[in-house]
């Protein structure tokens, strides 16, 4: 029988294996244009949605909510942080941009999640894609409930 110990390293190890082939897809998306495109795709909702004109600040959210759609949470995070300083008008207050930011992030919309499901294989599940339809579908209603409550907050202030 395994040790809590030797389970622990075991899964940071797993863990750290999809980290870092995700890591290296968004690398070579980023290196390849994908990532701008994307951008230039997206650039009216990301302006809509956060209430940004900046290209740059676009592309940082869009990137950051690429890598939060593939499940990549810890991929997603320094793009965000630029992006926010990139928003922050240095009054201390939060703008709508960052707020919306705050909320996408924290509402977990992905498509694949992949370390809920790398936990799941790792720990000998028999199906552990069985749960990308149900997390979709409640992170989709959250992210959508959260956008709801910051559109109505900010109106349409940037």
Request: with cysteine; net charge positive.
């Amino acid at each position: 029988m395994a040790t809590a110990t030797q389970t622990a390293v075991e899964l940071c190890i797993s863990l750290t294996s999809v980290y870092a082939l995700w890591l290296g897809v968004i690398n070579v998306a980023k290196n390849c244009g994908v990532v701008k495109a994307l951008s230039r795709k997206t650039k009216k909702l990301t302006k809509k949605l956060f209430g940004v004109d900046d290209d740059k600040i676009c592309d940082n959210l869009s990137l950051n909510l690429s890598a939060n759609l593939l499940g990549v949470g810890n991929a997603s995070t320094p793009p965000a942080i630029v992006a926010t300083k990139q928003m922050d008008k240095g009054d201390g207050k939060m703008t709508k941009g960052m707020a919306m930011l705050f909320v996408t992030n924290a509402c977990g919309l992905q498509f694949l999640p992949t370390t809920t499901t790398g936990i799941l294989a790792s720990l000998g599940s028999a199906n552990p894609t069985s749960i990308i339809l149900p997390c979709f579908l409640t992170s989709l209603t959250t992210t959508l409930v959260g956008i709801l409550l910051v559109s109505l907050l900010y109106g349409d202030k940037k």
